[in-house]
């Protein structure tokens, strides 16, 4: 399916001095009304990644794993969570989603950890509804940390997934799908969800036919009740970037997809790209990709939606009025998000100076790459010009790198952490 920026692409290339070959700017202001005064609020969070907290103890190997990843505040995942847990309970939406990757391998004591923490969510009166990602389910990795060493802990199983979070979504179920954990939950009579799992051990990553004829049975009853559906899957129904193909699209997205637009769906939320970003096609039909909680500027999604336009726009987790509000002491939790950020864009320079080697420039190239980068997965490209000469200079040095910098620019100018549109 043909994907169409939401707002036409810069065609110009900024030339700039030599500091870092980018400049940034200020975002500017869009005078969206936000929340709406009426109508129905769902908070979406993704690639959340817990870990509980006896599985790790901050040692040489752990420390290790998370600096050389993607960027991810593993190191203080039990806070961040607890934050976020508080602030959704505060600002209280009308349902709470989260699409899948909950856990950081699968591990069962993270699960189990991370229901207990949702189930306060509930007990505030808010539903949350989960799914699971791929790092969920039958994972050989789930492991736990100690020193300079790792040892393997039980994963979760399908059912024993559903066991743990049955009070978070499938008990309460409008329908259950027999062949995935896939299910249909009503908000209101006038909302449903439909929350999509394609991680089934039989064809991970694809849907099933049964599964495909389960939601257009979903579908159809949906619109004899006269009611409007959001779709959640954690894999992405549209290519959102021109490398994030395979293990990200999923499989035949486009049957889904047909399914979507069939029935008039309001949109499509997912995740699993740990990015933030938007992609509508000529229908009409949307997918918003909420970047993950664990990723600065760990942001969750807002979706309101009115009889007359839905509204979409991130909110951060505010983890340094929690520290604070916990009386701790900890500079790096009174200061998270410039924590979060420079861990981020230091995680990024390493990678981008281990593809570069040693050599003249290389610094500047590589903290060029971070901010772009670093733009890029929060979803604010209007922030960040990118440079012909970074493009040139990383083509003669790193080819790779030089083609996904290329992809991300093709988003310059482009702030996908808010967005109004009419529902589909």
Known sequence: MKKYRIIPALLAVVLVAALGFFL????????VPFPPEEGITLALATDLHYLAPQLYDNGALYTQMIENADGKTMKYIEELTEAFVCQIIESAPDALIL???LSFNGERDSHIMLAEKLRRVEAAGIPV????????????????????SYYGVDSVNKREFEEIYADLGFREALSRDGDSLSYMAQISPELRVLMVDVNTQAEPGFLDESTLNWIDDQLRLAAEAGAKVVAVSH?????????FRGGFVIGNGRLLGALFEKYGVICNLSGHMHIQHISQIESGLTEIATSSLAVTPNQYGLLCLSESQACYRTEAVNVDLWAASQGLDNPELLHFREYAE???????????????????GADA???????????????????????????LRWNYRDKFTCEYIRSMCTDQGQNFTEYVFEPF
């Open 129 to 148: 509804l989960v799914i699971p990602g791929n790092h969920d389910l039958d994972s050989a990795k789930a492991s736990g940390f100690a020193g300079d």
């Open 365 to 391: 190239l590589a903290r060029a790459y971070s901010e772009i980068n670093l733009a890029y997965f929060a979803g604010r490209m209007d922030t960040v010009d990118c440079s012909a000469q970074v493009l």
């Open 24 to 31: 940034l700017r200020e975002a500017p202001e869009t005078g």
């Open 235 to 243: 894999q992405n129904l549209f290519q959102h970037n021109s490398l």
């Open 99 to 101: 699409s899948g990757d």
């Open 342 to 360: 420079a861990f981020f864009r230091d995680s990024s320079t390493r990678k981008a100076l281990t593809r570069l080697g040693e050599g003249r």
